[in-house]
Structures are given as C-alpha cells and as structure tokens.
C-alpha cells in the first residue's frame, strides 16, 4: 500500500540520531546521564554510541565537564547539503497540486535582503495573468509570502526589521504602521496562513504560509488570484488547502 511505512534496519543508526538530536535539542551541553533519559536509551548502551560517534567525529566530549557537543564534522555535511538543497524542487509537485486544486496562480519566494524573492511561479489555467515575474522582489510587509515569513521572526528580529524598514503605501491598503503590522504578524502566528488583500497589487488577494523546518525559514508559498474570483467560501476552501500544502512540504524538509 502507498501510506504504508518503510521497514527500517539498523536500530543501531536509530539510537544514534535519537542521541544526537538529544544534544541538539538540549539548552546546554549535556551530560551522559541527561543524553540517556532525553533519547530513552539506557546508559551503557548510550555511552557505546556515542564513544562511537566521537571517533567519527559526529561528537565532541569536554573531559572536564564530561558534557557532550556535536561535532564539526556537521560543518561539511552541512555546507554539502546547503548547497545541493533546492526549495523549487523540493515543493514542486505539492505545489503544482495546489494549483491545480484551487485553478489560481501558486508563488514560490525565498528571503533575501529584507524582500520577498520569487523563485517560482506556477500560472493559473485561466486567461487573466499577474504582474509578478520570477526574480521579481517584493516587500515582506506588504505581501503575503513576507508576513508569512515574518511570522516566524523572534519578537526582536521583528522590531529590528521594522526599526530598519521604511514603509511605502504600495496600493491604499498596504500597511504601514508599525503597529499595524505587529497587530497581523500576532494573527498569523496564531492561525498560521497570512492574507494579502490588495496590500501588494490592487485587486489581487493572496493567501501565503511559511516554509519552515529545523528552526529555518526556507520561504513561503502563496496562491494569488483577482479578488472577486475569491468570495468567503472560496477564501476557507483556500486557506484549508495552503495548509494541507505547507505540511506536506514540511514533511518533506
């Protein structure tokens, strides 16, 4: 059957990740004893690992503290897999989905230099086309992809963008109060999709969610169409599929 699950082998490799993402979740370096009650694995055997994953170099132990760190050999596999990591590719069939099911324009934008970048646009199969072309920019607070990704800020980071930020009126409903913008970035926080309604293109209403996995934002994703192709119950429908949308892509990540 397609949902069902693939038979792992090696429990070995299984107790290793639980191990390592015990010293990666935890607050400060952890003890043999706090990396064996977070991964649930008994002590020796936790103790067999991970003297195993220090000559790997997967970890480091501090001899005076006997506290455990992860190694730098995460460096170079990170660095490898930064740069063979492609979003577009990654999101392109739950995306394609999502254009077909709603039949409006689906954008797919990363963060770059406090903007929203488009980096992929699935068209609409209807005849009425969007300004927005790949490669375009467009300001976090005034679309729908920035709000979303600007959801996922700390309290800090999002008073040092707006401290940072000049904000223009794009069209007569762009935001550009500070605290206005603070007041919707709460909302979508709480409900975990971000609106567009003519902020960033008269009559055009965007629904927008964030792309994010391991504490990174990798970018957003929106469906855009005119707005009176987007009445109440069209909106819920929408809403209902850019979150089906944005958990299968992060169950993807």
């Known amino acids: 059957m397609e949902n ?18 015990a010293i990666l979740n935890s607050e400060a370096a952890p003890t043999l004893n706090e990396i064996s009650q977070l991964a649930g694995i008994n002590a020796p055997t936790t103790l067999k690992i991970l003297t195993t994953l220090e000559v790997l170099g997967f970890v480091r132990r501090d001899s005076e503290s006997r506290r455990y760190y992860l190694g730098t050999q995460f460096l170079t596999y990170g660095q490898k897999a930064s740069e063979s990591f492609d979003i577009r590719s990654v999101t392109h069939e739950p995306l394609q989905r ?10 797919l934008g ?12 699935l068209e609409s199969p209807s005849s009425i086309k969007l300004k927005s072309t790949i490669g375009g920019r467009m300001s976090l607070y005034s679309s729908s992809m ?18 940072r930020t000049h904000f223009e009126a794009i069209t007569a409903n762009t935001i550009v109060k500070a605290s206005k913008l603070r007041a919707d970035v709460t909302n979508i926080r709480s409900v975990g999709f971000s609106v567009d309604d003519e902020e960033n293109e008269p009559d ?24 009176y192709r987007v009445p109440e119950d069209q909106r819920r429908n929408f809403i209902r599929l850019v979150l089906e949308t944005q958990h299968q892509i992060q169950q993807l990540l």
């Open 146 to 163: 920035g709000k979303a990704m600007l959801s996922q800020y700390s309290d800090e980071q999002l008073k040092a963008y707006i401290t």
């Open 4 to 21: 069902e699950k693939p038979k792992l082998y090696g429990s070995v490799l299984i107790k290793a990740k639980s191990i390592l993402d």
């Open 98 to 107: 999502l254009r077909d099911a709603t039949g409006e324009t689906v954008n």
């Open 204 to 227: 055009v209403y965007c629904i927008g969610a964030a792309i994010v996995g391991d504490n990174h934002i990798y970018g957003a994703f929106s469906v855009s169409a005119p707005k």
């Open 110 to 121: 990363i963060y770059q230099d406090d903007h929203v970048v488009l980096v992929e646009k």
